[in-house]
């Protein structure tokens, strides 16, 4: 069910990025032009980048791609390093629940409740603060799916960020071990200029 509503999330978001391109470039060709400028443009494009970065930040975090403090979760390891992986989880589903939902729910309320209306579009604004509440659910969601995997786990799982899961992690031993290499045979030609 997570990759349905993951797939759906992905094909929202590039929706959303392709109407967005369509009426910033609508907004250019008006522009330039011998026609009457698009007056809806600009707003529209507005208000579709607020909801591809609301509800793209909902979907970083199910691809877990968001910026993360590695430090401690990669010294730890054991149960100390899952404790901290289900901290940093509850933690994220605390804000969510709190700032995104609850308080994007009476953000959105409000603006319906005082008929606040958009300026070029004149649509009610609690449409556009409607992605708050939406992207919060959505990250709740998403940690109650890591918090199963994580409590479920046999084994223990790597940090977020593990430079050991990295792709370049191979290249990046390549290279230390190119440079001990090279560090290794510098001070064999000291030693062997002395020996002459």
């Not at 026609?35 to 607020?50: I, K, N």
């Not at 440079?179 to 030609?189: D, I, L, M, S, Y």
Request: hydrophobic share 50%.
């Amino acid at each position: 069910m997570m990759q349905k509503i993951e797939k759906a999330l992905a094909f929202a978001l590039g929706s959303l990025l392709a109407l967005m391109v369509v009426d910033v470039t609508w907004q250019i060709l008006t522009r330039f032009l011998p026609m009457q400028p698009s007056s809806y443009t600009e707003e529209l494009a507005r208000y579709l980048l607020v909801w591809i970065g609301i509800l793209g930040g909902a979907y970083a975090f199910r691809k877990k791609s968001h910026l993360g403090i590695d430090l401690l979760t990669n010294a730890l390891h054991g149960a100390a390093r899952k404790t901290v992986q289900i901290f940093v989880v509850l933690v994220c589903f605390a804000f969510a629940a709190s700032a995104m939902v609850y308080g994007g729910s009476k953000l959105m309320l409000l603006t319906f409740e005082l008929e606040q209306y958009s300026a070029a579009l004149n649509i009610p604004m609690g449409y556009v603060y409607s992605v708050l509440p939406l992207s919060g659910l959505l990250i709740c969601l998403f940690s109650i799916d890591q918090l199963i995997e994580l409590v479920s786990a046999k084994q223990e799982l790597p940090a977020e960020f593990d430079s050991s899961v990295h792709p370049y992690a191979e290249e990046a031993e390549e290279i230390q071990a190119q440079v001990a290499r090279e560090q290794q045979e510098k001070q064999k030609q000291p030693s062997a200029a002395a020996e002459a």
